[in-house]
């Protein structure tokens, strides 16, 4: 193995260990918060702030070359209460930062048509709740 390799491997792997524990509050005290819907700093590194009651677009679509007609939406959630976000760590106050994972748990729920009695209708469903 070159020298090189042997200095980059344990750079890699403390890097890695940081990116466990959560950024400390002074260092995220200095990002600029960003209200989802308005513009984030060029260079990404920003605080993203989903405010209670406003709506959450998720565009949907159902597509392809079997359909003869292709369907599309936009759903709009609103959130109860406000949600920080930072990579991959999430608060609900801006000053305790949890893995988000470990603050909401999703759930991805999908079925054909027809699938459990040959007549229902579709579903696709997406759940997001607090742990």
């Known amino acids: 193995m070159p ?6 491997f344990p750079a890699l792997l403390l890097g890695a ?8 509050s002074e260092e995220l005290a200095e990002l600029p918060v960003v209200r989802y819907g308005n513009p984030a700093p060029a260079d990404g590194n920003f605080v993203l702030l989903y405010p209670s009651g406003v709506e959450l677009p998720l565009d949907t ?8 007609k292709n369907e599309q939406a936009t759903l709009k959630p609103r ?4 949600i920080y976000i930072y990579k991959t760590w999430a608060s609900l106050d801006g000053k305790h ?10 759930r ?7 699938e459990t009695d040959g007549r229902t209708a579709g579903q696709l469903r997406v759940e ?4």
């Open 3 to 8: 020298k090189s390799a042997l200095l980059i």
């Open 17 to 24: 260990c940081a990116s466990l524990l959560p950024p400390s």
């Open 61 to 68: 679509a159902v597509e392809g070359d079997v359909f003869e």
């Open 79 to 82: 959130l109860k209460r406000d």
């Open 97 to 106: 930062w949890q893995r988000g994972t470990a603050l909401v748990a999703g």
């Open 108 to 114: 991805i729920e999908f079925r054909l048509p027809g």
């Open 128 to 131: 997001f709740n607090r742990k």
